[in-house]
């Protein structure tokens, strides 16, 4: 077990020989340039601006090329040469949509890329968050290391005395076993620990594309002001995509509309026949007749316009449900600040005071190896505690502000 604990440190040397130094303003950066996932919503903003470009523009206009009244039977048959109907027209055709129509295309391609941007700025606040979160995760799994170890040093001296207490005849000789014990206890800790280290190091990987990111500076100093994060709900992404959709929505809603208009097209022909009888040059207009609008046009309207108010009414509900969820985070934090102070006015100083006394009781005799040992644990126990809180602290601030602060993208 001695030798396990020893190896843990040659493997997590190991794994930094080629780190990489990061701040925490640093990975946050380097996720805004790197993160995949960021990258693949920007192209699709790109593809929206692009399909904006033809939203609402003419179809292609159409071109036809026939023979018209070739004759097949009676003593003209088969000699249009001879037949003065017989004639090669080329046509061209526009088919022109009503104004409205185009005009609701080009409103949902606007909201197409509105909604896109949203996409894209809800997708960098996720991946700044993730980032952070996995700098957070690292930065504290190195404390918890260095702390454990800093009270395996400290417990050094009462493992030496373990053969000399045994000698003199103040202990018995199972009590030599225990400095054993107790080490692979604190080896099995500091073993879940160090995989704590790998595992954060691995998630800031994926977030910034560094192989082995190491963290560098000081966490993040954010000040958290309710009031101002309450009233910026609104400008969020998650409600901002929903204000997107409803102009998706109402785009769709004035498409439906514009059916009830009437659409027309144009077309020009030209007509060859034998130059005996001479060419002609046609041209027609046609129009739509949306005349059975209660059947066809209306339900469709009625469709869209349902279809309007509900995404109006799920904007409602994720508004509530944000704000219920702001509200239990600020009451995690305040919960963990106490959490936080208790454990480092109270509980620390009290095994501290603890593991010195039983640790003098030991030397004058009046107590036994085993309760020294328990009080250097407990105090062990204790110091990582106040580490954990301290991370939740930290990731209590991290998440609320790059969740709910208007300015985290």
């Given at each position: 077990?001695?030798?396990?604990y ?6 997590l040397?190991?794994s ?6 990061l ?47 070739f004759?097949?039977?009676g ?44 996409g ?60 054993e ?16 280290i ?17 963290v ?122 106490e ?71």
């Amino acid at each position: 077990m001695r030798s396990a604990y020893l190896l843990a440190p040659a493997i997590l040397f190991a794994s930094l020989v080629h780190a990489t130094p990061l701040t925490y303003d640093g990975a946050l950066k380097l996720a805004d340039q790197t993160a995949p996932t960021l990258e693949a919503k920007i192209s699709d903003v790109k593809a929206a601006r692009s399909a904006a470009i033809a939203a609402g523009r003419l179809p292609d206009p159409k071109a036809s090329l026939g023979i018209n009244d070739f004759p097949i039977s009676g003593p003209l048959a088969g000699r249009p040469d001879l037949d003065n109907f017989s004639m090669v027209t080329l046509e061209l055709s526009q088919d022109v949509p009503n104004g409205a129509k185009r005009r609701a295309a080009r409103e949902r391609a606007t909201a197409d890329i509105g909604a896109a941007e949203v996409g894209r700025v809800g997708e960098a606040r996720n991946v700044r968050l993730n980032a952070a979160l996995a700098w957070i995760d690292l930065y504290y799994a190195e404390r918890r290391v260095a702390t454990l170890d800093e009270i395996d040093r400290s417990l050094a001296p009462l493992r030496g005395t373990a053969a000399s207490r045994l000698a003199s005849g103040a202990a018995r000789p199972g009590e030599t076993l225990e400095p054993e014990q107790w080490t692979a206890a604190l080896a099995d800790r500091r073993a879940a620990l160090v995989a704590e280290i790998g595992k954060a190091r691995a998630e800031l990987t994926r977030w910034t594309g560094e192989s082995a990111p190491e963290v560098s500076g000081a966490p993040p100093d954010y000040t958290i002001d309710p009031v101002a994060l309450r009233n910026g709900l609104d400008e969020l992404p998650a409600i901002r995509d929903y204000d997107a959709r409803v102009r998706q929505a109402d785009a769709d809603l004035d498409a439906a509309k514009a059916d009830k208009h009437p659409d027309w097209g144009f077309s020009v022909g030209y007509s060859h026949r034998d130059p005996r009888f001479g060419d002609y040059l046609s041209a027609k207009a046609t129009v739509s007749l949306p005349l059975f609008a209660s059947t066809r046009q209306d339900p469709i309207i009625d469709a869209r316009a349902e279809t309007a108010s509900r995404v109006r009414i799920e904007r409602q509900a994720a508004l509530r449900e944000m704000l219920a969820a702001l509200d239990s985070s600020l009451a995690d934090h305040v919960m963990h600040h106490e959490q936080l102070s208790r454990a480092s006015d109270t509980l620390v100083p009290l095994a501290r005071q603890r593991a010195d006394l039983e640790t003098a009781s030991y030397g004058a005799g009046t107590a036994g190896l085993i309760d020294a040992l328990s009080a250097f644990l407990a105090l062990a126990e204790a110091r990582t505690a106040v580490i954990d809180r301290q991370a939740d602290v930290e990731r209590d601030s991290v998440r609320i502000v790059l969740t709910y602060g208007r300015d985290a993208q």
